[in-house]
């Protein structure tokens, strides 16, 4: 602990208290699991106040290290669990609570698990996920959990600047993908600021960016979350192609594809990324029947499937994706098969 005098502010972790509780316990941060520590108090706080957290709020975080939000986070919700998959730092993160914010230890849970496999959480339902999410599992995790806990209703993340952009990305930009639209399923999505470098240790080789997601009703549908997400990924797989084209597989044939595109009311010669989630909804309440259909995918893979697509690699690897991000256009082509 540090031994610097207290202050007002002394609960929050800065930057030698950082390091010294790395050394204390063994951690050394690993790209691996995307651990980036926060050193700065006041950029901790400013993502809590752009959460809109407040006492009434139960909130979740994903990946909180060796504190350093946790603590805010105690400072302003009524409840805060956070789920840590590194067995050192689940171990001492409570002591942490204690030594620092002894008066909140029972506002306080700690679940060790990945986060992928959370389907259930201590305490009061959670209303705020606020997180500053590993890199390399940004996507997949931030799905999962607005999958699972309906009672999530605002969502601040930190992630890569690049995945920032291509959550809040709307039709028709060169970065709208998979992420772009599931994401829009679930919620309003906006970027919500910028976070430089010199707040992390270590410091990684990326810029980072705030995303703020609000909770709203999905497209009102016939066709399962399942089914949209199915029509979503194969959109994207092939996203040079025209959607009759991408769709081939989907729908058993382009010819099918078609068919279900004008069902829809969709051109057949757009692309994938001038379509809204809405859209895409509508796409899959008329695919075809017939044998050569090819299967929806499962929940788990539909929800995963836009880490790949959404470059969320570790620091230092931010141009991943982006070759195939920038290959779109935004105006209809011609097929191609």
Do not use: C
Not at 9 to 19: E, F, K, N, P, Q
Not at 147 to 152: C, D, H, K
Not at 153 to 170: G, H, N, Y
Not at 177 to 201: L, M, Q
């Amino acid at each position: 602990m540090s031994t610097t005098d207290p202050t007002p502010d002394s609960h929050l972790l800065g930057a030698a208290d950082i390091r010294e509780l790395a050394a204390a316990f063994g951690v050394k941060p690993t790209k691996q699991r995307g651990q980036n520590f926060v050193i700065d108090g006041n950029t901790v706080r400013r993502i809590v106040r752009a959460a809109g957290v407040t006492e009434q709020d139960a909130v979740v975080e994903v990946g909180p290290g060796l504190g350093s939000l946790t603590l805010a986070l105690l400072e302003s919700a009524r409840h805060v669990t956070a789920v840590e998959i590194d067995p050192v730092l689940a171990q001492h993160l409570p002591d942490t609570v204690a030594a620092r914010m002894p008066n909140r230890v029972d506002s306080f849970d700690l679940v060790f698990s990945d986060a992928m496999e959370v389907t259930e959480l201590p305490g009061p339902a959670p209303t705020a996920l606020v997180a500053n999410l590993p890199y390399n599992v940004a996507v997949p995790v931030l799905l999962h959990m607005l999958a699972t806990f309906p009672s999530i209703e605002r969502t601040l993340v930190m992630v890569q600047s690049e995945v920032a952009d291509r959550l809040a990305a709307k039709p028709g930009n060169k970065v709208y993908g998979v992420p772009s639209v599931k994401a829009n399923w679930y919620a309003d999505v906006k970027r919500a600021g910028a976070i430089g470098r010199n707040v992390f240790w270590p410091a990684p080789n990326v810029d980072s960016g705030l995303v703020s997601l609000i909770r709203r009703e999905p497209p009102r549908t016939s066709a399962s979350r399942t089914e949209v997400f199915a029509v979503v990924d194969a959109a994207f797989a092939q996203r040079r192609k025209t959607l009759r084209a991408a769709l081939a597989g989907w729908a058993g044939s382009a010819a099918g594809a078609e068919q279900a595109l004008a069902a829809a009311g969709i051109d057949h010669k757009l692309r994938g990324e001038m379509l809204t989630v809405e859209q895409f909804a509508r796409i899959a309440e008329h695919k075809p029947a017939g044998p050569g259909r090819e299967p929806a995918l499962a929940e788990s893979e539909a929800v995963g499937a836009g880490a790949v697509e959404a470059g969320t690699v570790g620091p230092g690897t931010a141009e991943a994706g982006t070759a195939e991000a920038g290959t779109a256009e935004n105006q209809p082509v011609k097929d191609t098969e």
